[in-house]
């Protein structure tokens, strides 16, 4: 039901910071970001319900990463500051109906590449 289309990826050295995007076309959901690491199997990131008064993020980038959203620009952030090495990987938003940890996200974009450079 909604096309969403992630920005912001690039090349970075440890340390660095970078700010996703991701543009939603439809209505506001609950948003959702993931990332795969190559050989890896892809981990939720941060949550975000539809009016942006909670949040969740996994313990692996709490901290240092701050899920946002500004529902006037359909847009949905998310902040890297401090990034590591293992934090390389190709960056997703979802959209789900629900903001909870077993929400089933039907819509994803196309995928943001991310590279931390030691």
């Known amino acids: 039901q909604v096309q969403l289309v992630e920005s912001g990826g690039g090349l970075v050295q440890a340390g660095g910071n970078l700010r996703l995007s991701c543009v939603a076309s439809g209505r506001t959901f609950s948003m959702g970001w993931f990332r795969q690491a190559p050989g890896k199997e892809r981990e939720f990131v941060a949550s975000?319900?539809?009016?942006?008064?909670?949040?969740t993020s996994a313990d692996s980038v709490r901290g240092r990463f701050t899920i946002s959203r500004d529902n006037a620009k359909n847009t949905v952030y998310l902040q890297m500051n401090s990034l590591k090495p293992e934090d390389t990987a190709v960056y997703y938003c979802?959209?789900?109906?629900?903001?909870?940890?077993?929400?089933?996200?039907?819509?994803w974009g196309q995928g943001t590449q991310v590279t931390v450079s030691s």
């Open positions: 975000i319900n539809w009016s942006g008064s909670k949040t």
């Open positions: 979802a959209a789900t109906l629900s903001f909870a940890v077993g929400a089933a996200y039907g819509s």
